[in-house]
């Protein structure tokens, strides 16, 4: 469907790495309603990554952007100004990797190398971006911006590992620079808490698929798609959004707030006897 909700609106979309990504499909909704926009990613997805085939059919430049540099940011920055012809109104973080999962090192035993590394590009990366936006004046007043996180900033999820961190300081920068950015600038700052979903990043988790069935069963609506994580981020980039900010905000069909449901009692019930009635086996008298 469409609103033409975002009709003459300028952004910065970084992190569409295949067709799976959620940034892709950000970067597709927001094509079709109205909005134009420079992609972004790491140069090393540029060349592994098939970028090039969305930036054909969106109408759109890609600009490569390690987001650890703060000189690639500025460039891109500088550069989407110049290529939209005018400030920006809306920009999607949606960078996330962990080393430590990558190497399949346990959290009691983590590289602190391989740590730094995954917090400087999912974390601290989302500090650097709105820095150089807001040091550059570069955003227009009433402008959005979003950044992708997961409920393992609040809850345990034990094999979420080292990005569980990283979550939580990418939502606490939100907060904290949402409220420098709001009242300078008129700009919102939110993370959205979006439901497992099958892309690069989210199948990289050990054990993903017993892990996004879990929560399928779990969810009153089911798990949020990629395409329904884009819809939402579409409203807040939208005018519909003004005075939504500092928010953490859950797109994940009900998970968040669920403590079980049926369908995975019923699961965990067929294997389950209660202790009274479990039969105790003799141990075997050997002669
Ligand atoms: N997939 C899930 O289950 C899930 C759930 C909740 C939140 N998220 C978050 O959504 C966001 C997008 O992930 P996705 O699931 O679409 O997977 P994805 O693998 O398609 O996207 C991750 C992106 O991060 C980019 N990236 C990595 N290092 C970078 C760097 N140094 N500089 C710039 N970009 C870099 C990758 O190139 C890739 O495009 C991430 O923040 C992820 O943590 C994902």
Known sequence: MMYNLLKGKRGIILGALD???IAWKVAERAHEEGAIFVLSNAPVALRLGTIAELAEK?????IAADATSIMDLEDL???AVKILGGKIDFVLHSIGMSVNVRRGNHYTHQDYN???TGFDVSAL???RLMSVLYQRDAMNEWGSIVALSYMAAQRVFPDYNDMADNKA???SVARSFGYFFGRDKKVRVNTISQSPTPTTAGSGVKGFDGFIAYAEQMSPLGNATALECADYTISLFSDLTKKVTLQNLFHDGGFSNM???NAIMDNFMKDFQPEETKVVEEPKKTK
């Open 19 to 21: 067709s799976k990504s």
């Open 58 to 62: 969106t109408g759109s430049e890609v």
């Open 77 to 79: 920055v500088d550069g």
């Open 114 to 116: 391989f740590t730094k």
């Open 125 to 127: 990366s989302f500090h």
């Open 169 to 171: 300081y990418l939502e």
């Open 259 to 261: 403590g079980v449901s």
